[in-house]
């Protein structure tokens, strides 16, 4: 079965330092990559996708994640956070015809002012 | 995009007892889901909701449990059937406007449910 692991459950960063969050998945086939945000007091939404195409995707906010096959990965990274970049962040995937996601576990990310 | 609805934003349900949780969307959907998500766990699938037949289920959930209406694209109901307390969770329901996998799946507010 597939499963998506996150490596960190909890990260704390002073703004202005460089954020990678790791996301690693099982399955042999063709994945759709996902990872949403869930803000304080706010709904779950897309920050960034891949599907085909160039690994290297750039999503909202400053956001940008790649997809390394080999290594079945899809690392989020961003160069410089903000005290508003505090949310809980999720990694996802769905096989390329299957709308069902199987997620991660979620980072909980905290940005010292 | 979808703007979604839920109803309640949260209850608290004595043992034994049922909720219904309401799913308004603000557009016509194919595709709807409803998620759990337990305290410090992530999201699981329930079901995918069905417009005219019968939902979908995840393993683990069954309809008697989890009784799903969708009458109509824009609307869908969970129940969740004579709770307990391990029914204590975020129940979650989300869409996807696309007709492909790769499509943003948009999410609705959630409903807190504890369960004493």
């Known amino acids: 079965a597939q499963s998506v692991s996150q490596h960190n459950h909890h990260v704390i960063l002073s703004e202005a330092a460089s954020l990678e969050l790791g996301c690693n998945y099982s399955y042999g086939g063709t994945v759709n990559l996902f990872w949403y945000v869930q803000y304080p007091g706010q709904h779950l939404q897309l920050l960034l996708k891949y599907f085909s195409g160039d690994p290297l995707v750039k999503g909202i906010k400053g956001f940008e994640a790649e997809f390394i096959k080999s290594k079945f990965s899809f690392n989020l990274r961003k160069p410089s956070v903000q005290w508003s970049d505090t949310a809980e962040y999720f990694c996802a995937v769905n096989e390329v015809s299957n709308y069902q996601l199987i997620w991660g576990a979620g980072t909980k990310l905290i940005i010292k002012p | ?116």
């Open chain 2, 1 to 116: 995009s979808a703007v979604i609805s839920q109803k309640p934003s949260r209850d608290i349900c004595q043992r034994g007892t049922s909720l219904t949780i309401q799913c308004q969307v603000d557009s016509q959907v194919t595709m709807m889901f409803w998620y759990r998500q337990q305290p410090g766990q992530s999201l699981t699938l329930i079901a995918t909701a069905n417009q005219g037949s019968e939902a979908t289920y995840e393993s683990g959930f069954v309809i008697d449990k989890f009784p799903i209406s969708r009458p109509n694209l824009t609307f869908s109901t969970l129940t969740v059937s004579n709770m307990s307390p391990e029914d204590s969770s975020i129940y979650l329901c989300s869409v996807n406007t696309g007709r492909q996998a790769y499509n943003e799946q948009f999410f609705g507010p959630g409903t807190r449910l504890t369960v004493l």
